[in-house]
Every structure is written in C-alpha cells, then in structure tokens.
C-alpha cells in the first residue's frame, strides 16, 4: 500500500500569506496522480486539484499544484478567510489512499 | 447537476453488519468510465477509502478491510450500496459515497452519514 505522508500537521499563518503544502509518497506516483481535497468542519471534502496542477472547476488561481514523483506541493498563494480548513492529499497510482490531512488556521 | 446522498442507520451494534446506500443523480453508472467510492472519516480524525465500484461493475477494495467489505449497485440504477460485516466502535465514522472519475480522483461528495457503533 502506497503511503501519503503530509506535512506540516498544522500550519498557522494569517490571511493574505502564502501556505505551502507537503505530500511525500513511499513510492513514486506515475503520471502524477495526486489529487488535492479541501475540507471544512462539518463539511464533505472538496476537489481542488487533481493529476497534481490541474485545477477542479470553480476553484480559483491562488490554488496551485506541483510535484512529481515522490514529492507534491499544494500552494494557496495568498491566504482568503475562507481557504482556512483541513487538506488532504489522495493518490490514484495504485489503489486508493489518503495523507494524514494539513490544518491551515488562522495566526 | 450531480448529487450523492447517503442513508442507512445512524447506529449499529457490535458484531452487526452495516449497510449503508448512496443515492445520486446527475450521471449514469452505466460505463467503466463512471465510478461511486465510499470513504469513512473517524471523528476528528483523516479520510479513509473504501471501495470503489464501476459502471462494468468491476470493484476495488480497501486492502484492510476488504474481508469485511461489499459494494454493488442497488435495486435502483441510480444507487450504490456498501455493507461492512462484523461492525466494531472502532468502525465509528462518517461515511461518504463520491462520484469518482476513472482516473481516480474523487469529484463530487455527498454530504456523509455518521454512523456510531456502539451496544
């Protein structure tokens, strides 16, 4: 089974700062397939990105994904209140798993 | 526009098995290239996939949990069902059905089910 590792578990940064997200895989994801969820509190989890850069429709360009092998980045340019929630990374290499989550909150 | 609804018991026993359906629309579960997973999440805790089934009718499980594991389709050809056997507290969770694309990314959620387990 492919393991996500995320990190940080908690990032604290105030609004209008740039966050950066880690995902590393125990194995290397061909084709890039990672896909990026956002969740809130007491919500289902939403598509951000997926195939590591793409974006999911309706999610705006201060999301961006990069990464390649091992080794994804999620980066949300420029922090709006309502981009704080948890993260989660999923790989679609082989089978299906999800990272441990990042919770990006207010400082 | 696609919509997924989860229903089944909010509680169940030790040792019961748990069944749980999810209802959508806005797309047919007709072709290999249309998937329905099932995901749980822990209380306060990270995601975790399930199962995955097509519209070939071809499935995928959760290596963990794929003994305990049962995903169909449903009497209604717009419903998905899950049943997990030998139900635990640990089992406690928020269970989610998404509309999954055949690559493998999980575009659209229902809004989940809890389901406590508890005597």
């Known amino acids: 089974e492919i393991v996500l590792t995320q990190s940080p578990g908690t990032l604290s940064l105030p609004p209008g700062e740039r966050a950066t997200l880690s995902c590393r895989a125990s194995?290397?994801?061909?084709?890039?397939?990672i896909a990026w969820y956002q969740q809130k509190p007491g919500q289902a989890p939403r598509l951000l990105m997926y195939?590591?850069?793409t974006r999911a429709t309706g999610i705006p360009d201060r999301f961006s994904g990069s990464g390649s092998g091992t080794d994804f980045t999620l980066t949300i340019s420029r922090l709006e209140p309502e981009d704080f929630a948890v993260y989660y990374c999923?790989?679609?290499?082989?089978?299906?798993?999800f990272g441990g989550g990042t919770k990006v909150e207010i400082k | 526009q696609v919509t997924l609804r989860e229903s089944g018991p909010a509680v169940v026993k030790p040792t019961q098995t748990l069944t749980l359906t999810c209802t959508f629309s806005?797309?047919?579960?007709?072709?290999?290239?249309?998937?329905v997973s099932w995901v749980r999440q822990p209380p306060g805790k990270a995601l975790e996939w399930l199962a995955l089934?097509?519209?070939?009718?071809?499935?995928l499980y959760s290596t963990s949990l794929k003994t305990r594991l049962t995903i169909s389709k449903g009497t209604s050809k717009d419903q998905v069902v899950l049943s997990m056997t030998d139900m635990d507290p640990m089992d406690t969770a928020t269970y989610f059905c998404?509309?999954?694309?055949?690559?493998?990314?999980?575009?659209?959620w229902g809004q989940g089910t809890l389901v406590i387990v508890s005597s």
């Open positions: 998404a509309k999954t694309h055949s690559s493998g990314w999980l575009e659209q």
């Open positions: 195939t590591a850069s």
């Open positions: 806005g797309f047919s579960l007709n072709t290999a290239r249309m998937c």
């Open positions: 194995q290397s994801l061909s084709s890039s397939y």
């Open positions: 089934i097509d519209g070939d009718d071809d499935k």
């Open positions: 999923q790989q679609y290499h082989n089978s299906f798993t």
